[in-house]
């Protein structure tokens, strides 16, 4: 058994079955995990994560939308009090 490095969660594997190098995942977060080392085993997160990318990207356009709705709500507040 060995802790998630990401969320702390108990993975069950089997330990003597595994090499450097393997991929998992946890079924607790769901991050793309890779073992660093065997001896003891260890875990650390996948380079590869694209969730996090799309996660951040999504935000950005997220906060451009916001802007644009604001300058918009903005423009007709001052065409109304005109």
Do not use: H, Q
């Not at 590869?48 to 604001?70: I, V």
């Amino acid at each position: 058994m060995v802790n998630c490095p990401m969320c702390d969660a108990v993975i069950d594997v089997d330990e003597e079955e595994l090499d450097e190098g393997d991929a998992l995942t946890c079924e607790e977060c769901g991050a793309n995990l890779s073992v660093s080392g065997t001896s003891p085993l260890e875990l650390s997160p996948d380079g590869d994560d694209d969730d996090e990318e799309d996660e951040d990207f999504e935000d950005e356009d997220f906060d451009e939308d916001e802007d644009e709705d604001l300058e918009d709500e903005e423009e007709e507040e001052e065409d109304e009090w005109k």
